[in-house]
């Protein structure tokens, strides 16, 4: 079983609604991320913390809003979404930034209508 | 030329085979090499990472070649369990954790 947790797994949800994804590690680990998959693709990052502060923002739309309440958890706000956004959602952790060993979570399966 | 190039495969192997993924990068700075599988619909999870010197975990070995810029994975003995998508991963120097990931080989281990 995965240590980061990840809710919820599936979520459909219309363009006008406003829904998270939420996220949590119980390792210690300081940095967190989210990537964004699509079908037969690699997962592509969007956002990283790192000792609860953003890091890295690869350039992602102002309607995806991340946020690290605390070292143990992450969410991802959604608002307005579009359907080209529909996609697999994918937290991951590690000890440290600037490391290639991640673990990451089940991911939450986003349906936009 | 993309920053990680694999060979997408399928690759289809009867059980108890030996099969090889190659996986070529373009940034002669990268700094560090993995090697994640990832399940049909399942989250990657990491398999190895990749030394200099070439590392073994069991039936699985990784080898990086830096002058030529590419690491493999060799498999022993496939098992059906194997059956994955093995995703080439790098770590680029000064890129704090911006990982560049490969689009995949797929591998089908088949009786």
């Known amino acids: 079983d995965t240590e980061v947790t990840q809710t919820p797994k599936h979520l459909v949800m219309g363009m006008t609604n406003k829904k998270s994804l939420k996220c949590e590690q119980h390792?210690?680990?300081?940095?967190m991320y989210w990537y964004k998959q699509k079908a037969k693709k690699p997962p592509e990052l969007m956002f990283v913390?790192?000792?609860?502060?953003?890091?890295i923002n690869e350039s992602v739309p102002s309607r995806f809003s991340p946020e690290c309440p605390n070292s143990s958890l992450l969410n991802l706000h959604l608002h307005a979404l579009q359907p080209e956004d529909s996609a697999l959602y994918l937290c991951?952790?590690?000890?440290?930034?600037?490391?290639?060993?991640?673990?990451f979570g089940e991911g939450s399966r986003l349906t936009v209508l | 030329r993309k920053e990680v190039e694999q060979d997408p495969g399928p690759f289809n192997v009867p059980e108890g085979a030996t099969v090889a993924f190659n996986c070529t990068y373009s940034n002669s700075a990268s700094q560090s090499f993995f090697w994640y599988r990832q399940d049909c619909r399942k989250e990657p999870k990491l398999l190895m990472s990749v030394y200099s010197s070439g590392n073994e975990d069991g039936r699985f070995t990784a080898q990086l070649n830096r002058a030529s810029q590419y690491i493999s994975l060799l498999i022993r003995d496939s098992k059906l369990s194997d059956s994955a998508t093995y995703l080439c991963?790098?770590?680029?120097?000064?890129?704090?954790?911006?990982?560049?990931f490969g689009t995949g080989t797929q591998l089908k281990v088949e009786l």
């Open positions: 991951a952790s590690s000890q440290r930034e600037n490391t290639g060993e991640l673990f």
């Open positions: 390792m210690g680990h300081r940095a």
């Open positions: 913390y790192s000792y609860e502060k953003l890091s």
């Open positions: 991963v790098v770590n680029p120097r000064g890129g704090g954790n911006k990982l560049t």
